[in-house]
């Protein structure tokens, strides 16, 4: 199961974290990942963080802005937001999977949280 927190408004050029706390894996294999869906558009995958190497992967629009990481004594993934834009605006997911590479090619995920709502004004 997946929890997760930490959504709200912000204003722009301010910084928000998102957590995701995960329970139920079996093994310290497993994958976590945020998705953003904004109104009128695709869902995005924002980045990923393997847990068991730490291996990251961020899309073009938020690297440099945005930094995922882990808590693995809590089994927790964190996607720090900062330098925020109106363009970031939207709800965040974040998504999990045992056995399921970081990859630039996005992969299948078969556990999902419900979407926190990220609101950036200008």
């Known amino acids: 199961q997946l929890q997760a927190s930490g959504g709200g408004l912000v204003q722009a050029g301010g910084s928000l974290r998102l957590s995701c706390a995960t329970s139920?894996?079996?093994?310290?294999?497993?994958?976590i990942a945020w998705f953003r869906q904004a109104p009128g558009r695709e869902r995005e995958r924002v980045s990923c963080?393997?847990?068991?190497?730490?291996?990251?992967h961020y899309a073009d629009s938020v690297r440099g802005r945005f930094t995922i990481s882990t808590d693995n004594a809590k089994n927790t993934g964190h996607l720090q937001m900062n330098s925020l834009k109106p363009e970031d605006t939207a709800v965040y997911f974040c998504?999990?999977?045992?056995?399921?590479?970081?990859?630039?090619?996005?992969?299948?995920?078969?556990?999902w949280g419900k979407g926190t709502l990220v609101t950036v004004s200008s």
């Open positions: 998504a999990a999977d045992e056995y399921t590479p970081c990859t630039p090619v996005i992969l299948p995920y078969g556990y």
């Open positions: 139920g894996f079996t093994s310290d294999d497993y994958t």
């Open positions: 963080i393997s847990k068991s190497d730490g291996g990251t």
